[in-house]
Antibody, heavy 123, light 107 residues
């Protein structure tokens, strides 16, 4: 079925790096922009980043620009988020989500979401 | 950055009520707004896009309106399954932002 499955979360120490992944299935992955959104415990949604369908364009929220990097491997239907210099306030459930298809601007509504992977930054 | 301010933060209502949630943008965003429903422990679900377009499969009791800086999500007759948290999202320019959420509770 059409789905997104995140993985790679865990408990990490402040100042370290972590890369999380998201695999898409049931749809033509390389035709859609892909996004990362996070949700801190008990808090609202925070949009983080988007990559275009072909991986050529990336845009970021100011809160993570320069520390996080979004990328994709269309041959493996996989989206990545590399997170550097992690801080305690990066503790959150990280969702990947599908954005608009090719031909539309990358930053758009999100019509398919994974169940999230939990990242906890703690010493 | 474009800020999205939702009101109210919490809304108490009964089954059958008509409810409205408002989202105000800090600058003109045309109709580049989406609305999501999130239930505890679940991922968000897209309800409305482009301010007023109902996502496929979403019940017609949900509707959206607005343009520019003020937007509303209306549920015409609340059903038990509708008690959840609702978020607006703006997607103009090179980034996106969500509102802080409105929790819809049973009165």
């Amino acid at each position: 079925q059409v789905q997104l499955v995140e993985s790679g979360g865990g408990v990490v120490q402040p100042g370290t790096s972590l890369t999380i992944s998201c695999v898409g299935s049931g749809f033509t992955f390389n035709k859609y922009s892909m996004h990362w959104v996070r949700q801190a415990p008990g808090q609202g949604l925070e949009w983080l980043a988007v990559t275009s369908y072909d991986g050529y364009n990336q845009y970021y929220a100011n809160s993570v620009k320069g520390r996080f990097a979004i990328s994709r491997d269309n041959s493996k239907n996989t989206l990545f988020l590399q997170m550097d210099s992690l801080r305690s306030d990066d503790t959150a459930l990280y969702y990947c989500a599908r954005g608009p298809p090719m031909g539309y601007y990358e930053v758009g509504n999100l019509d398919l979401w994974g169940q999230g992977t939990l990242v906890t930054v703690s010493s | 950055d474009i800020q999205m301010t939702q009101s109210p933060s919490t809304l108490s209502a009964s089954v059958g009520d008509r409810v409205t949630v408002t989202c105000r943008a800090s600058q003109n965003i045309d109709t580049w707004v989406a609305w999501y429903q999130q239930k505890p422990g679940k991922a968000p679900k897209l309800l409305i896009h482009k301010a007023s377009s109902l996502q496929t499969g979403v019940p017609s009791r949900f509707s959206g309106s607005g343009s520019g800086t003020e937007f509303t999500l209306t549920i015409s007759s609340l059903q038990p399954d509708d008690f959840a948290t609702y978020y607006c999202q703006q997607y103009t320019g090179d980034y996106s932002t969500f509102g802080q959420g409105t929790k819809l509770e049973i009165k």
